[in-house]
């Protein structure tokens, strides 16, 4: 598990891994396999962000 220290380098991290794993469509080029593992790699990041979003709505919800 990599921990980062504050919510500042966590966003960055969060970032950099959205620029280097981009949600784009797959090329007809790629393999069945290169689709296959992109699209795994994808999904890391898109449940990451999900953690976030739920993170950052549990930390709204609660100063309502």
């Not at 007809?28 to 999900?50: C, H, I, P, T």
């Not at 993170?55 to 709204?60: A, H, P, S, V």
């Amino acid at each position: 598990v990599i921990e980062a220290e504050n919510s500042a380098e966590r966003e960055e991290l969060l970032e950099k891994l959205n620029e280097v794993y981009p949600s784009e469509p797959a090329s007809l080029k790629d393999s069945d396999r290169e689709v296959w593992f992109k699209a795994g790699q994808r999904s890391v990041v898109d449940f990451l962000l999900l953690l976030k979003a739920r993170g950052d709505e549990n930390i709204l919800n609660k100063r309502s």
